[in-house]
């Protein structure tokens, strides 16, 4: 009996991006249908190969996706909402796209209208996100797509037998939303039920020997009827087919939840041993059932540091004692979605920093190491351990990732430092005296178009091509020309675009010490939006000013109000991979002494509104409400060390989105920022009412055109949500902007729905 290794889910998007590519090639009308399906078919095979090559027991399938996982499953079991023509049978990949990106269309004489995408938001506390399931007691579930059992057909065609993945049929519902109040998901779960039987009855007729059915939910805080819900979803699907059913949850430890999931009659559960350390004691403690196998995520899916092997086969060694090698299964913590793919793809990094980093492909090697070397392989596995060894050594002596400056100027922190100099309702009468703001003023949040010139230019000024003088002069072209439209549309509050800047957080972090970057290191944040996080090593510290030169000339040119823009700290820490040996809140607030120099800066080169962008603040909330109040107290207390350091007449905005803002309204008070802007479109502002319960006593700017759509909305939607917003909020408290930045879309349609969102302000301060 040996010990076998499984993987969870595999990086979709390829090495390069030429998934990205290819969905946007195809959505552009540059690359044909067939084009975009032989891409997908040929980064299946090179995934599927590659892990195979690699040793794994169990390779997934159906962990590919041109959109999103969730969406594949709305598809699956036809969850279709009503506003999206189909014809009730099969989910088409022209359907399934307008599902995430909406409709637009024209009529005769040029006007506009369309179909509002479906709802977006984070999966778990990851950067990446998730389509909403829409259910009602309409919904008529069916299997309306076989991606499943056609991608199990494919690779058992190349001579490789997968291990299909699916999310559960309780998480689904758990993870959806409903149309009516007094609908509970769950009360659509006998209905559902019969699909997932369908599709893996016929799973099993193609051969295939066993499924992974994700249930992330479990790691919730379940009620009673929830845990119940998993009880009966389980007995119908293992009585329904002869498919082994290995359950995985993975993101926070199971917990109460414990002893439903090892009761429940499947064939394996996977217990996260990275977010949820310690369950593997629990659950030997509770007891295993004889007929079931333990899943060990052992390896991290959702960070780049390289495995301390010799700890974990420790870990190892313990569950093999308590249940017998041919009962212990070894794999990531969750999905590799979540990592780059494959370290060789960075040239650019030294032998000795890339010593301490393991990618998709490096994962699936400690794994299958560690399986191997229980099962006695100790000659060939000894250079992976010995490498493991290294890079934990070389990572604690290293001089440059530990700067005793740093780690003085945090132990000095004291609550002065985290206080604004008066209350909100004295800096609201300062900051309106000195503004002479228009009631339901309006503004952006931050970015506008990145043109392919713009991307050119900053690659050739990186690789030397151009000179500083020259890339200096496009910039400030760039800067000049954004803000010139903006007078021209008649926004209130101006910004200077961000031409300079491509990721968020990369930008500043290329500017921060204690930073690594990568070339080719992307992973996917949603659809094709793919980002390079940076590798927070060291000790974070601020060398220089980063944005001062560019805000101070795109004030120059104007006589509005300029917007000054900065990502937030606890945004950079949880879009960057984190150094593990130290707390994340201690990176924390390293990052936030850095930027709290930038605002000042900032201040005192005459910006007077200063936005510190917190759209990752909810992510990174513990999925389980036990664990709340220890991060939101230094979460709260990193935004205020980075924005108290000004003076009362200076504006402090923030901006938050695709956040469910009840969990976190009190910190969000706390915050004391001057304004938020959130994301609340494709709600139709129903996010507001966790403000309105509250009687949020700051200014919000609640999103009224939904930049994830190409659809450009008409002055009356605008209009429709600027009163809906207001039957929440007074209109001296509110403004009117976009739900996120804009860098994602193009001029031509950014500039006639910034028209229409400014006519629609102006009507409604009119009425």
């Known amino acids: 009996m040996t010990t076998t290794t499984a993987n969870l889910g595999f990086p979709r998007i390829g090495a390069h991006r030429e998934l990205k590519r290819a969905v946007e090639e195809y959505w552009n009308g540059d690359r044909s249908k067939e084009e975009l399906l032989a891409e997908g078919a040929d980064l299946r095979e090179r995934h599927w190969r590659k892990q195979d090559e690699l040793g794994l027991d169990f390779v997934p399938s159906n962990d590919f996706s041109y ?156 009620d009673n009827e ?91 060694e313990t569950a093999i004692d308590a249940l017998g090698s041919d009962r212990v299964i070894l794999g990531p913590s969750c999905s590799l979605l979540h990592v780059p793919t494959d370290l060789d793809a960075e040239p650019g990094l030294d032998d000795n920093t ?29 250079a992976l351990f010995e490498r493991s060894r290294q890079a934990i050594k070389n990572r604690a002596e290293s001089d440059w990732i530990n700067d005793s400056d740093v780690q003085e100027r945090v132990d000095g922190i004291d609550d002065a430092m985290t206080r604004r100099d008066s209350n909100r309702d004295v800096r609201r009468e300062i900051q309106r005296e000195a503004f002479d703001l228009p009631e339901l003023p309006t503004t952006t949040i931050g970015s506008f178009p990145q043109t392919d010139e713009m991307r050119e230019m900053r690659a050739a000024y990186k690789n030397e091509e151009i000179s500083q003088s020259k ?24 910004v200077h675009g961000e031409s300079e800047r491509g990721d968020m957080v990369e930008y500043f972090g290329r500017q921060l010490d204690g930073f690594i970057f990568t070339e080719n290191a992307w992973v996917q944040s949603y659809g094709t939006r793919c980002v390079r996080p940076p590798i927070i090593a060291g000790d974070v510290s601020r060398p220089e000013p980063m944005t001062v030169r560019w805000l101070s000339y795109a004030d120059e040119q104007t006589d509005e109000l300029v917007k000054g823009m900065l990502t937030g700290p606890v945004t950079i820490l949880q879009w960057s991979f984190v150094r593990d040996d130290q707390t994340r809140a201690e990176t924390c607030r ?129 209009e429709d949500l600027i009163y809906n917003g207001l039957d929440v909020l007074d209109e001296d408290q509110m403004w009117v902007n976009p739900d996120c930045g804009l860098k994602t879309r193009r001029w031509v349609e950014v500039e006639p729905s910034l028209k229409n969102m400014v006519k629609a302000a102006e009507s409604v301060r009119e009425s």
């Open 471 to 494: 890339y200096e002069a496009f910039i400030e072209t760039q800067i000049t020309e954004t803000i010139e439209r903006q007078e021209e549309i008649g926004l209130d509050v101006l």
């Open 226 to 316: 929830e845990q119940v819900a998993y009880t009966e979803a389980y007995e119908v699907l293992n009585n329904a087919t002869d498919l082994d059913i290995h359950l995985a949850t993975y993101f926070e430890s199971l917990g109460d939840n414990l002893p439903t999931a090892l009761d429940l009659p499947v064939d394996s559960l996977h217990l996260d041993l990275v977010r949820g350390e310690g369950q593997l004691d629990d659950a030997l403690e509770y007891g295993v059932p004889s007929e079931l196998s333990l899943s060990l995520g052992l390896v991290d899916g959702r960070n780049i540091w390289r495995a301390d092997l010799d700890t974990l086969l420790e870990t190892v």
């Open 67 to 222: 959109y999103d996982q969730v969406l594949d499953t709305c598809a699956m079991v036809g969850a279709v909402p009503d506003r999206f023509p189909w014809d009730g049978d099969t989910v088409d990949i022209d359907t399934y796209f307008s599902m995430a990106r909406g409709i637009q269309e024209k009529d005769l004489e040029g006007d506009t209208s369309g179909v509002q995408a479906m709802e977006m938001t984070k999966w778990f506390n990851t950067n990446y996100h998730y389509l909403v399931p829409e259910l009602s007691r309409d919904t008529e579930f069916s299997l309306s797509s076989t991606k499943i059992i056609d991608e199990y057909e494919e690779a058992k065609g190349m001579g490789i037998d997968t291990r299909p993945v699916l999310i559960g049929p309780v998480s689904f519902l758990l993870l959806g939303k409903t149309q009516s109040e007094d609908l509970n998901s769950l009360d659509l779960l006998e209905e559902l039920l019969p699909v997932y039987t369908e599709a893996l009855q016929r799973l099993a007729d193609t051969g295939a020997q066993a499924v992974q059915i994700d249930e992330p939910a479990l790691v919730f805080e379940l």
């Open 590 to 718: 390293q990052i936030s002494l850095a930027i709290r120099d930038e605002v000042r800066d900032l201040e005192d080169a005459g910006i007077q509104a200063i936005q510190i962008d917190e759209p990752a603040f909810r992510e990174g909330l513990p999925l389980r409400e036990s664990q709340w109040a220890e991060y939101l107290e230094w979460a709260v207390e990193c935004f205020r060390l980075a924005s108290c350091g000004v003076a009362d007449e200076t504006q402090i905005h923030t901006h938050m989105c695709y956040a469910e803002f009840t969990d976190i309204i009190d910190a969000i008070v706390d915050m004391d920022a001057d304004v938020i802007s959130i994301e609340a479109s494709r709600s139709k502002m129903e996010l507001l009412g966790s403000f309105d319960e509250l009687d949020y006593p700051n200014d919000i700017g609640p999103g009224v055109y939904d930049i994830h759509s190409p659809q450009i909305p008409s002055i009356e939607e605008m």
């Open 354 to 382: 890339k010593l301490w980093f393991s990618f998709a492909t490096g994962k699936i090697e400690e794994i299958v190491a560690l399986a191997d070397r229980t099962n006695g392989d100790k000659t060939g596995t000894e």
